[in-house]
């Protein structure tokens, strides 16, 4: 091999005396692609031949081992040699092969280091199988080797569940021989471990699946069926794992790999793939050059509520000291109580120490008044959804924060533009928008305003990387992405009740659809009035002419806002928070149809859920071509990630872009005819062609 192909080839052999490292070079993550995957096949082949070896060690350059296959390469068909080959040459290869793993052994990684016959990790070490998480199951022996190494049931929750193990967790389940502090160490506690193995082979393969007990297993498989919801990979893994107990090796593998081939196929896989990448590309934001994020030392919050205590603990849980600022000693007092509540639930339940809790805690300083965050770096504004209210905290702010810091609003749907107009530093204003419960959701949307500074959105971009949260981009509008395509969804749903269904009918429609909860049911979690009070504030800019749902506004007259109030779309018994159908509230959207004149018939499932998700589609055209959202796969994880919206099916965009398009079309078509006068057609074709072309 000439020298410079030699230098950049991802598999390389570096010898050391009697031993051989084979290297895997495949930056970023040193994923098994076709080349890697045959430069490994070449090397072991070499070496089993080897006479003056008495010892191989597999390692990954960097700080990665093997993230997996290439996961680009799904969406084509596989090319040979496939992993399994050269799981086949490790085992069979007459030497021992030790895996010295440095960070991730994920999928086909942790499936190839399982292959060898003892594995050595770093404390930073983290092994798992995820395929799951896109769709697919383990295709190279992990749900066969696994269970032999964890017994069944363990096998079955780690990969159903997509756990990444670290190191120390790892060691206990046996997929460990042995951890090293340093990296440095890894090397040579590999080739020790070699060498004690004296030439012998340690074939997890050949080990016997240990006795567990049926009833065992059979829970660990009802848990982890009980978070499928619908999602065939996870029913697939279970089988899969199973058959170690009841198959000969070779026959459960063969099995294994024939799901895996079927699943990597499927839309579910297509759907979880275009997520994949969708994340890695959201907190891509083309204009901003080399704006260098702002340093973030010292975070204020105002606003204690539901909102800003939950908040809180996110950046308490990253490590950095809080100031949460309340407008009375009470209220702050039962912020305080929020945050604490959280950590005494997860210290109680083992899964935070009780110094840890302490620890954090001890960052949290309350206070009242503005004056103490005068040194803050960063300042997140959650009071009241009043803009007279926010403006007034933003101008105080700016009175008082030191030049550089960050104002930041937690606000739903108002104007960031006119809160950062009410300062004399609109430069320094950004919206980051979490969403409920804050210390629990993924998404945070990250608003940026007309006079957002480059530097200041890069450091709201770190910022969400530092508090573990997902960002997505979006421009000043009323709901920004996520709430403006929830109200466009929500508005049709209500107007279907004037139709002819009921509230139990939509829900259920949409749950068996693969959504969380039904919109009805997540109305009366959050709040009715919340809608209510946006639809109030935005009465008057409503075209008179456009059909406007009354069954809501009639609800929230009767003081019913949801659960906070006992009864809302449903009625709720006494602590219960699953609502049961009111034939009151039949009777009210029976007598708004009557009024409105509106012949009420019946709606089937598909019906609905054409209806509802079509309006999803078609606001989502109509904000990317308002550049609102930078492109459709933005729009996708935020309905995922801050909706509900089934993962497995990949958002709402590229759910109808793997619909037929006369399908698609005529369900968007419908609604101008069922919402009349005033509904704007968005360019949804555009924007469906662009995720086929993305190949996903
Ligand atoms: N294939 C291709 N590209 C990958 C990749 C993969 N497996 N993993 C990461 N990348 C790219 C990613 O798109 C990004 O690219 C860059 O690497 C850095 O990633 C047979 C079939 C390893 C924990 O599910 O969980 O094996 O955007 O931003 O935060 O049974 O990446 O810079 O161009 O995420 O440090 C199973 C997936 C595959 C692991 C690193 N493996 N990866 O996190 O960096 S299925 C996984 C991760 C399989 C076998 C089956 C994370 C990471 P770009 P990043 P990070
Ligand atoms: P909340 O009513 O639970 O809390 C608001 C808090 O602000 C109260 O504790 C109140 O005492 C405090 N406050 C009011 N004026 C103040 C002042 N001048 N100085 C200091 N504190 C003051 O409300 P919430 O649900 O936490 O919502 C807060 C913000 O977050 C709103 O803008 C809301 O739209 C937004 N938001 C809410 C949710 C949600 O699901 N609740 C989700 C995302 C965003």
Known sequence: MPKDAAATAPVRIEREGKAAFVVIDNPPVNASSLEVRAGLLDAIAALAKDETLDAIVLAGAGNTFIAGADIREFGKPLRDPQLPAVIAAIEQCPKPVVAAIRGAALGGGCELALACDARVGTSDALMGLPEVTLGIIPGAGGTQRLPRITGIATAIELSTAGRRLPAAEAQRLGLLDEVVNAPADLRGAALRR???????????????????????????????????????????????VRNAARMPFAAALAEERAIFQRLRESEEAAALRYLFFAERQAARVTDLAEAAPRPIAQVGIVGAGTMGAAIAICFLDAGLPVRLIERDAQSLERGIDRVRVVYRRLSQSGRMTAEEMERRLARLAPGLGLDPLSQADLVIEAVFEDMDLKKGVFRDLDGVLKPGAILASNTSYLDLDALAGATRRPSDCVGLHFFSPANVMRLLEIVRGRATAADVLATALAVAKTIRKLPVVARVGEGFIGNRIYSAYRTQCELMLEEGAYPADVDSALVAFGLAMGPFAVGDLSGLDIAWRTRQ????????????????????????????????????????????????????????????????????????????????VNEAALLLAEGIAARPSDVDLVLVNGYGFPAHKGGPLFWASRRGRKEVLAALDALPRATGDGFKRGNVERYLEEISQSGH
């Open 194 to 240: 070699a060498r004690s193995l004296a030439g012998r082979k340690r074939r997890i393969s050949e080990l016997p699946v240990p006795e567990q007990s049926a009833q065992a297993i059979e829970s660990a498989a009802e848990d982890a069926m009980k978070s499928a919801r619908g999602r065939a990979a996870i029913k697939e893994a279970i089988t899969a």
């Open 537 to 616: 504030r935005l009465a008057a800019a409503r075209d008179p002419k456009a059909r406007h749902p009354e069954a809501l506004d009639r609800l929230c007259e009767l003081g019913r806002f949801g659960q906070k109030t006992g009864a809302g779309w449903y009625r709720y018994r006494e602590g219960a928070r699953r609502g049961e159908s009111d034939p009151d509230v039949h009777a009210l959207i029976e007598k708004v149809s009557k009024e409105k004149g509106i012949a009420r018939h019946p709606f089937t499932a598909e019906q609905i859920q054409w209806r509802a998700l079509a309006a999803m």
